[in-house]
């Protein structure tokens, strides 16, 4: 009796205890980000201060800012670096347009036919393993120093993802999902439209994605390689004059431009594959 | 559509003795590719109003009949013949179910629904059929949950809907691939009294596929068993437990007698 009573005291009430989660993992997004940010600032400018690097070609963190300030300023006044933006800015946006209209043909070509997969692919995967730069100057000999030429190269780097992404989502659908379409009798078209497309939206989507970050490679390769007008030019110029800050700020304004293009493919993504969580969860980490 | 009019005739005892809706001869199955022959000869007829079932070992080619009898695949021989009309393929008067709901992410539960009559009569039509569909998601308990998209839907919900997407075309027969066996036990149970429950209301001729004796018995009128491949019919049993079946009848000693019955036929061919 007794010794039943004790063992039901010796139970406490309560045995509350707290999962430890270390303060790193507590952090704000934002903190993080900032704190590596000024971190990475400290030691680039201790590496400019003790002269590790020699500082022709290492501006220091300061001197780029600087600068930064200046591009911007003629940014904002319409200057000639906006009309140089201006310039690969429609590049980007036209070799992405037909980077995407022809990756989704042919996609859906070698997703869609027996033909595509047996005779088209190979061909594809060949085209892709070749280093696509070496074909810029062929594109300025064919289209000339204009913008052309910078829109071939642009497409002809972005495509390929395109392709992938789209033939890759029309092979998405399930047997479950194929057998009931072939229950309700739908046809190859309705088939097509209504479930391999539709279902194959997210792999298409991370098609996009990378397409949006290559085409801007394109066109300042582009750039580099065949003259013109455009933002990579500018770049050129101010590396042959070992300006390097200017260099620096090019980049991370035309960077810029590579986030609005990723964020505008993220943003049509969420808009239109509503319905798949995992591309929400991406969209999140993007932002 | 006499199979499927609200039925307040005679629903009650299920002989036997119904007009028959679904009629099969001889028919086999090569897989050629493979060189595996699926199905031995298999003759079966379905009477109005009746449940019937397959059971047999994983393998069997029980899955492969129904899709011959959905007209999804040709049989290597024989005939098939629903309403009087040779099966050469999908068709409308069958209605099929499968061990996935398979509903579509990007449609609502309605448009999930209808999805089978926009298929076969375009948009338009699927239109005119929501009042319809809304009247199944009452039937099956779904009342509400039209515009949910299928994300909300749990499993069990998601079978209901995909039993409300095979009825919308008011199928003659409905051919069921292992409907209920990604659910739990329990949903399990209740699905296959709302499954009957249906069945019953709507007096429609039913095949369904299963490796569950339980759920076989329970269900059906009769019980195909069939052997390991090739598959054949090794006996009809005929289940004489009174309709409606209530999940109580499980403990009923007739009930099992006739598992008893059809494990032993299994346990057979499962030795040989």
Redesign the interface.
């Known amino acids: 009796m007794t010794q039943a009573q004790v063992v039901a005291s010796a139970i406490p009430e309560q045995t509350i205890w707290k999962e430890h989660v270390s303060w790193i993992d507590r952090v704000p997004r934002w903190v993080s980000m900032l704190a590596l940010l000024i971190g990475f600032l400290v030691v680039w400018q201790f590496v400019y201060i003790l002269e590790l690097i020699s500082p022709i070609i290492l501006p220091s963190p300061i001197e780029t800012i600087e600068d930064l300030y200046v591009v911007g300023k003629n940014l904002l006044t319409g200057d000639y670096m906006l009309m140089a933006l201006w310039i690969t800015t429609q590049e980007v946006l036209l070799g992405f347009m037909i980077a995407v209209v022809l990756g989704f043909g042919l996609g859906t070509l070698v997703g869609e036919t027996a033909f595509g997969e047996k005779a088209v692919m190979p061909y594809l995967v060949a085209i892709n393993t070749m280093p696509k730069v070496a074909f810029a100057p062929l594109f300025v000999s064919w289209l000339g120093f204009g913008i052309a030429s910078k829109v071939a190269l642009a497409a002809f780097i972005a495509f390929f993802p395109v392709i992938v992404g789209t033939a890759a989502g029309l092979h998405a659908a399930?047997q479950?999902?194929r057998?009931?379409?072939?229950?309700?009798?739908?046809s190859r078209w309705?088939t097509l439209v209504?479930?391999k497309l539709?279902?194959g939206m997210p792999h298409f989507f991370s098609g996009l994605k990378n397409a949006a970050v290559l085409v801007v490679v394109g066109a300042v390769v582009g750039e580099f390689l065949g003259g013109g007008k455009g933002f990579g030019e500018l770049i050129r110029v101010a590396a042959a004059q070992l300006n390097t800050p200017r260099v620096f700020s090019l980049i991370i304004y035309l960077s810029l431009l590579g986030l609005a293009m990723f964020w505008a493919v993220a943003w049509a993504q969420r808009r239109f594959?509503?319905?798949?969580?995992e591309s929400v969860t991406e969209e999140t980490l993007a932002q | 559509m006499a199979v499927l009019s609200m039925a307040g005739e005679a629903v009650a005892p299920v002989g036997l003795m119904g007009r028959p809706v679904y009629e099969l001869r001889g028919v086999s199955k090569t897989f050629t590719r493979r060189n595996v022959q699926a199905l031995d000869k298999v003759d079966l007829v379905l009477r109005e109003g009746t449940f019937s079932s397959i059971i047999g070992p994983s393998g069997c080619g029980k899955s492969t009949l129904l899709k011959i009898m959905a007209g999804l695949l040709p049989p290597s021989s024989g005939s098939v013949v629903l309403e009087g009309k040779p099966v050469m393929g999908p068709r409308r008067d069958i209605g099929m179910m499968f061990q996935q709901a398979t509903l579509f992410p990007w449609r609502t539960t309605i448009e999930n629904i209808v999805l089978p009559i926009e298929i076969r009569d375009g948009k338009a039509a699927a239109r005119t059929k929501h009042d319809q569909a809304r009247q199944l998601l009452d039937l099956v308990g779904l009342r509400g949950f039209e515009s949910v998209y299928p994300s909300e839907l749990s499993g069990g919900m998601a079978q209901r809907a995909a039993i409300c997407r095979m009825l919308i075309t008011e199928p003659a027969v409905l051919l069921l691939d292992e409907p209920f066996s990604a659910l739990d036990e329990l949903s399990r149970d209740f699905m296959n009294m709302e499954l009957q429950r249906i069945c019953l209301e709507r007096n429609a001729t039913s095949c369904l596929v299963t490796h569950s004796i339980p759920e076989a018995v329970i269900l059906s009128d009769v019980v195909y068993v069939m052997s390991s491949r090739p598959g054949r019919f090794v006996e009809a049993i005929t289940v004489d437990l009174p309709r409606p079946r209530t999940l109580d009848m499980m403990s009923d000693p007739r009930f099992g007698a006739l598992v008893h019955r059809i494990r032993s036929h299994l346990d057979k061919g499962a030795f040989q």
Do not use: C, Y
């Open positions: 399930d479950n999902a057998m009931l379409f072939k229950t309700m009798g739908a309705q209504q479930l539709p279902i594959v509503f319905w798949h969580k």
